[in-house]
Structure formats: C-alpha cells, structure tokens
C-alpha cells in the first residue's frame, strides 16, 4: 500500500515564475511525496524516509554536481 500524503504539497523556493518545479509533500511513513509543479495530475515519485535522507544528504555533499 502507497503511504498517504499528509502535508499539502509546498513548491520550491527555486521555482521562480515560471512554474517549472517540483512540489514535495509528507507522507504518512516519513518519507516524501515529489511531484512536477507544471502537472500535479501526474502521480508523484515517492521517497522512503531513508532514501529521502539519503537524498538530502547528496544534495548537501555535492554528490550531485555536475
């Protein structure tokens, strides 16, 4: 069973104007709900409290930079 989504959806403060973002939301396990700001429709990627740590954690380190 998919964890409910128990926050409303917050957009990110890099959106700008343009709409052309993500929203994260809390979900009933810990984890994070990640869904495209330009189509809510769509269903949301869904995060582990762990793997959404774990992502975090990359963001802060720079594992990600290009």
């Not at 989504?5 to 104007?17: F, L, M, N």
């Not at 809510?40 to 975090?56: D, H, M, Y």
Request: aromatic share 10%; charged share 25%.
């Amino acid at each position: 069973m998919t964890p409910e989504v128990v926050s409303p959806y917050v957009k990110s403060s890099y959106s700008g104007q343009n709409n052309n973002c993500i929203e994260i939301a809390a979900t009933a396990d810990g984890g994070r709900a990640v869904r495209d700001s330009k189509d809510t429709s769509r269903p949301p990627l869904r995060f582990t409290r762990e793997g959404w740590q774990a992502f975090v954690h990359g963001i802060e380190n720079g594992t990600f930079d290009a």
